[in-house]
């Protein structure tokens, strides 16, 4: 079946170092993967998107600056949270869906890596 | 302004009781829905979609979309302790978004 993993689960950091997070799917085709942030309230954030052949999109809030990602292909992705602060804090997601079912494509996740800024 | 959103924000039902969660969309180009549930500790899960108008019935679980309204319902009969999770709507373009609404936490009280 399809499965995201994320690594690592959780992580401390002191204010104003960097951290980076990795996301992988295994079990089918991801030409998608949308990375988020879940505040302390629950709410999503989209950070940004990527797809297949395309540039990765940024979402309004947040930048290449601060969140670069690097993917050698979408199956496998990683972002870097660049000089994090107490905003920063929040459980970090990824999603990946195989969009040749376009809107028919579910989004899978993993289950989040969660950090903490001390 | 938030283009995805859910009531109630939070919801206690008896188990074995009926949930009834909404969600609407401001933007006419989102108008392919999809329910997530997220347990806590884990990612969200897909629950169902639903693109037509009309009802959707998987088990328990049955959604209600009307799409002049870009109003989606989600009904979950004989409510479960273990149905206690966050719920997300999301609404898909369709091409590659799908945005999320602001969730509604429900608990299943024993």
């Known amino acids: 079946g399809a499965l995201v993993y994320q690594y690592p689960r959780r992580t401390i950091c002191k204010s104003g170092t960097s951290m980076r997070m990795e996301c992988q799917a295994v079990g089918f085709q991801a030409t998608s993967v949308a990375w988020y942030r879940q505040s302390p309230q629950k709410t999503f954030e989209l950070i940004a998107l990527s797809t297949v052949n395309s540039a990765i999109k940024y979402e309004q809030n947040f930048t290449q600056e601060k969140f670069p990602i690097s993917h050698p292909n979408l199956s496998f992705s990683s972002m870097t949270v660049l000089n994090a602060y107490l905003e920063d804090r929040g459980l970090y997601l990824c999603?990946?869906?195989?969009?040749?079912?376009?809107?028919?494509?579910?989004?899978?996740f993993g289950p989040g890596t969660r950090l903490t800024v001390l | 302004q938030q283009k995805v959103q859910q009531s109630p924000e939070s919801l206690s039902v008896p188990e074995g009781g009926m949930a009834s969660l909404n969600c609407t969309s401001s933007?006419?180009?989102?108008?392919y829905f999809w329910w997530y549930r997220q347990h806590s500790g884990e990612g969200p899960k897909a629950l169902m979609?639903?693109?037509?108008?009309g009802d959707k019935k998987e088990g328990r679980f049955t959604a209600h979309l009307n799409k002049a309204s870009l109003h989606v319902s989600l009904h979950i009969r004989d409510s479960q302790p273990s149905d206690s999770a966050l719920y997300f709507c999301?609404?898909?373009?369709?091409?590659?978004?799908?945005?999320f609404g602001t969730g509604t936490k429900l608990q299943v009280v024993p």
């Open positions: 999301a609404a898909s373009n369709s091409g590659t978004y799908q945005r």
């Open positions: 979609s639903i693109f037509s108008d």
């Open positions: 999603g990946a869906r195989d969009l040749d079912w376009g809107y028919y494509a579910e989004q899978f």
């Open positions: 933007d006419r180009n989102f108008q």
